[in-house]
């Protein structure tokens, strides 16, 4: 068994809204199986509570998938999102619209990025510009499952 502490920065920012990230393992990295308890990807969402909005998976079914994603409209919370599950059991919420213009990316597996497909911007899991023309980068959101809902944290 081993561990890691490589967890992607996501994950760590989420720690602070409650996750227990470092230290108990985050799935796969790289070749390497890593053993948990759980997945332990992004925060621990805490339903009902002020800033967390559902999300239910009966909703966008695509999201059970690994590789799958969803554009996600959740217009209470002023929220235009890309949802994807690029791992087992991790999550990602970007803001969709492309900050270089008004085109939604789509996260693209292969690259392991979210990509516009109008000038060619791409972002990481955590919405920092990997390749331009768009400088800006996409907004980034914890989100996390409970039972059959994703939820995301936007600040009310
Ligand atoms: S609108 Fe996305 S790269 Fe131009």
């Known amino acids: 068994m081993s561990l890691t502490l490589g967890c992607p920065r996501r994950q760590?920012?989420?720690?602070?809204l409650g996750?227990?990230?470092?230290?108990?393992?985050?799935?796969?990295?790289?070749?390497?199986?890593?053993?948990?308890?759980?997945?332990?990807?992004g925060p621990t969402p805490s339903p009902g509570e002020p800033g967390w909005w559902e999300i239910p998976l009966s909703d966008h079914p695509e999201l059970l998938?690994?590789?799958?994603?969803a554009a996600v409209s959740k217009p209470e919370a002023f929220l235009e999102l890309l949802v994807a599950q690029p791992s087992e059991g991790c999550?990602?919420?970007l803001w969709r619209i492309c900050s270089h213009g008004s085109c939604d990316v789509a996260?693209?597996?292969e690259a392991q990025a979210a990509v516009c497909p109008?000038?060619?911007?791409m972002f990481d899991e955590d919405g920092a510009v990997l390749?331009?023309?768009?400088?800006?980068?996409?907004?980034s959101f914890p989100v996390g499952r409970?039972?059959?809902s994703l939820w995301v944290y936007r600040e009310v």
Do not use: F, I, K, N
Request: proline share 5%.
């Open 12 to 16: 760590v920012l989420g720690g602070l």
């Open 19 to 41: 996750a227990a990230c470092v230290g108990l393992g985050c799935g796969r990295r790289g070749e390497e199986l890593v053993e948990s308890a759980a997945p332990a990807c």
């Open 65 to 69: 998938e690994v590789g799958g994603q």
């Open 91 to 93: 999550y990602l919420a």
């Open 107 to 109: 996260w693209e597996d």
């Open 118 to 121: 109008c000038h060619g911007s």
């Open 131 to 139: 390749v331009g023309p768009a400088t800006e980068p996409l907004r």
């Open 146 to 148: 409970v039972g059959d």
